[in-house]
């Protein structure tokens, strides 16, 4: 709390920008980034509007030309991060509006690196919308102003698995490729950037997931691979782990699991997923339970008590989420769906 109010009254301290004041802005980026990761998004988001809230006043108010780009870059990555919230909160027209808002904050700093990552967040809104065609182009449209290894890894993962959600197999081999080759070359940058950092683990469990849409018996095995890999460097840096992430990791490999046959192994995999709190039970976490509970309904598990105890538990798992209490934005008609 001492540290909220000395960080307030830096961003008050008179009417003028200075060096201070932006130092003090990118240190709070920072620790939003990072407490993304170890906080569920309804937590930071109100935070986080507030403090857009105070750079765009600064932009409005008190614009000195040369701290412009800085406060744009500020005000760019904040808006980001409500995209990437809004997003994970399942409220897609407002995450798609925090984007665009973000973009334009993006050019006009000139910030390559979040331009990436706000494609990546659009591309990401896309795809759990099942608007996978979309998800595709906006992921290979982000790869222009990707510049670390971790930009391209992180687009080209969301690439692979959005067009394995369209059985493209050549698309979705051939960015799993590049991934793979990414991947090897990341550098040690992670800490200190939170979740403006896309490491080899979760590249592991998209990887997983990419696996599973593409089916078959060799991309079963491979699922499973990838999403104990996934588990094990999530376990290992901690600085990129998070509760949601390291649950998506296990729903997938629960999922290899089942697609594999093995019930009693995707059953011990699950239990530690369904303990996860409410408010951790993001839209990814919820679409990937219910792909699970689908695929409990083959006639393979037909009868089979524990299927039906798992089936249960996930019923129940769904009717807490991350997005029960929240209002919901209506988002608006498309082109082609009006009268």
């Not at 973009?103 to 659009?122: E, F, K, M, T």
């Not at 394995?164 to 793979?180: C, S, Y």
């Not at 408010?279 to 689908?294: K, L």
């Amino acid at each position: 709390m001492t540290a909220d109010d000395a960080a307030r009254f830096v961003r008050r301290a008179g009417v003028s920008v200075t060096r201070e004041l932006i130092d003090q802005f990118d240190a709070d980026v920072r620790r939003f980034s990072s407490d993304y990761l170890r906080q569920p998004p309804y937590v930071v988001f109100r935070p986080l509007a507030a403090l857009r809230g105070e750079v765009f006043g600064i932009i409005e108010r008190y614009p000195r030309p040369e701290y412009l780009t800085d406060l744009y870059r500020i005000a760019g990555r904040v808006s980001a991060l409500l995209a990437h919230a809004s997003s994970d909160l399942g409220q897609p027209y407002a995450a798609d509006s925090h984007a665009r808002t973000a973009w334009i904050c993006a050019d006009l700093a000139g910030d390559r690196h979040l331009s990436a990552y706000i494609r990546w967040v659009q591309a990401n809104v896309a795809y759990w919308r099942g608007d996978y065609h979309d998800a595709i182009q906006i992921s290979r449209d982000g790869q222009a102003f990707a510049g670390n290894s971790d930009d391209r890894l992180r687009l080209s993962s969301q690439e692979a698995r959005a067009c394995a959600a369209i059985r493209d197999e050549h698309g979705a081999v051939r960015a799993l490729a590049d991934a793979a080759d990414l991947r090897s070359s990341l550098s040690a940058e992670a800490p200190g950037r939170g979740v403006f950092y896309f490491g080899a683990g979760k590249a592991a469990y998209y990887a997983s997931e990419a696996r599973l849409s593409l089916g078959g018996e060799t991309n079963h095995r491979q699922a499973i691979r990838d999403a104990e890999e996934s588990l094990e460097l999530l376990a290992t840096f901690e600085h990129e782990n998070s509760v949601e992430l390291t649950a998506a990791a296990r729903l997938d490999l629960v999922a290899g699991r089942l697609a594999s046959r093995d019930l009693d192994g995707a059953a011990e995999g699950l239990d530690p997923v369904l303990q996860l709190p409410g408010e951790s039970r993001t839209v990814p976490i919820v679409g990937r339970v219910s792909d699970i509970h689908r695929a409990l309904t083959d006639p393979a598990f037909a009868g089979l008590s524990l299927a039906t105890d798992m089936s249960e538990r996930l019923v129940l798992f769904k009717e807490v989420s991350a997005t029960r209490e929240l209002p919901q934005i209506p988002n608006p008609p498309r082109l082609g769906e009006l009268d």
